[in-house]
């Protein structure tokens, strides 16, 4: 069993949907969760960050983490065609150990 | 500031010969990561480095691989041999462990193709 476990889609939802992303992890000891966003060709860049748990919102992003469930979620309001990409979660842990385990990705796609 | 640059975008070889990428980190940080991406697998850590030394390659994936960091400023991947099943896209990443969140910053990727 990984680590981390994320749906690799792909999703297609239509523009103005509400999107909802997923990911379950087996390793207790992660304290950092992060949604990473991957365009076509690119290189993963840092979209959202938690620490612990709870829910921290951004524009039209929301990152949820429950700890108990091991059971982290990234929402999209609104959603949009640039918000097309693939979206990556990824885990570390405090205290500066730098190490993160990225899921595999769900791509998603936005249709105008 | 640049970014992490890693100046080959493509790359393609022959089965049977070495292959080498380069990856330059952004300016001040102390950790360096390799990473490869397939469909199947998604993305994988090789290695990383801190202050120039490695200190996890628990992800390469055997002795065909190696890495290595001689400055602050440049590493290397190298595949001797190369073979199609290594055909993937490499990315090289770095970050700055005193900030505590683990933030990386990707380079753009070399893709590597092994024919």
């Known amino acids: 069993q990984k680590e981390v476990e994320q749906d690799p889609g792909p999703l297609s939802v239509p523009e103005g949907a509400i999107v909802s992303l997923n990911c379950t992890y087996s390793n207790s000891a992660f304290q950092y969760f992060m949604w990473y966003r991957q365009y076509s060709r690119k290189g993963p860049e840092l979209l959202m960050y938690t620490y612990s748990s709870g829910n921290k919102e951004d524009g039209r992003f929301t990152a949820q983490v429950d700890k108990s469930s091991k059971y982290i979620s990234l929402f999209i309001r609104d959603s949009q065609p640039s918000d097309s990409a693939t979206y990556l979660c990824a885990m570390g842990y405090s205290g500066g150990y730098q190490k993160v385990t990225f899921g595999t990705g769900t791509k998603l796609q936005v249709i105008p | 500031d640049a970014g992490v640059i890693q100046s080959t975008r493509h790359e393609v070889t022959e089965m049977g010969q070495e292959v080498t990428l380069r990856c330059k980190p952004i300016?001040?940080?102390?950790?360096l990561f390799w990473y490869r991406q397939t469909m199947m697998r998604g993305l994988e850590l090789l290695i990383y480095?801190?202050?120039?030394?490695?200190?996890?390659d628990s992800g390469m994936p055997e002795d065909r691989f190696s890495a290595k960091m001689p400055n602050a400023s440049f590493s290397t991947l190298k595949i001797q041999p190369s073979e199609p099943r290594d055909s993937a896209v490499y990315f090289c990443?770095?970050?700055?462990?005193?900030?505590?969140?683990?933030?990386?910053?990707f380079g753009p990727g070399t893709r590597l193709t092994v024919l």
């Open positions: 300016s001040g940080h102390d950790y």
């Open positions: 480095f801190n202050n120039n030394v490695p200190i996890d």
């Open positions: 990443a770095s970050s700055f462990g005193g900030t505590g969140i683990n933030e990386q910053f």
